[in-house]
């Protein structure tokens, strides 16, 4: 990552309003990271590195797109590592339409400056030759006009669930609570939005 990168990074962090104290925590653990080491964004780079996700929204029904994920057993937002991008928000924008197949995706709220709109750091258990680490995830929300033209991809869970805050919230253990974090601060956006 060169100096404009890590700027660009920095300055994302900067500008983010953490929800709560464990977000604050997270922002501050995450500086501090990429600070101490510009390689952040590479996979193998520990005791962790960045990841990007996003929560996918169909905004007129209120629903969020949540998929089970089949190495952590979890209902999950579509995410994962860097290919060479140095932009969480790419990371995100590619993982998401490729988990998904959805093809017609796009940052919310649009005509807005591209913004995580939560920034969450969660241990990963050693599995396939990699130790335990830490994604530092910065998460996006994204949505579509097409919710129903899912298609998994080869090697992707097909497990894709289309559901309203209230029946999220009912999953209980199943939803992790900094993704119930995500989905929180995401209906009141949108609500807020549409108040407008």
């Known amino acids: 990552m060169n100096q404009e990168e890590m700027e660009r990074l920095l300055s994302i962090l900067k500008l ?5 104290p464990k977000e604050a925590a997270d922002v501050k653990l995450i500086q501090q990271m990429a600070l101490a080491n510009p390689a952040i ?3 193998q780079t520990y005791p962790g590195h960045i990841t990007g996700s996003a929560l996918v929204a169909d905004p007129d029904s209120g629903r969020f797109l949540l998929h ?11 995410g994962g590592h860097s290919e060479n991008e140095t932009n969480p928000a790419d990371i995100a924008l590619r993982e998401a339409a490729e988990e998904s197949g959805l093809t ?5 709220p649009p005509n807005m400056p591209v913004r995580p709109i939560d920034i969450d750091v969660h241990a990963i258990p050693a599995r396939k030759g990699q130790p335990d680490h830490l994604h530092l995830d910065f998460r996006y929300l994204l949505t579509s006009s097409q919710p129903d033209t899912l298609t998994a991809a080869e090697g992707e869970s097909g497990d894709f ?36």
């Not at 983010?16 to 709560?20: E, K, L, M, N, Q």
């Not at 017609?104 to 919310?108: H, K, S």
């Open 16 to 20: 983010h309003a953490p929800a709560d």
């Open 41 to 43: 964004f590479d996979r």
């Open 68 to 78: 089970y994920h089949k190495s952590l057993s979890k209902w999950l937002q579509f």
């Open 104 to 108: 017609d995706l796009a940052f919310f």
């Open 161 to 196: 669930r289309w559901l309203t805050f209230t029946e999220i919230e009912a999953l209980g253990a199943l939803i992790d609570p900094g993704l119930l974090r995500l989905i929180q601060k995401s209906d009141k956006f949108i609500n807020a939005l549409r108040r407008k």
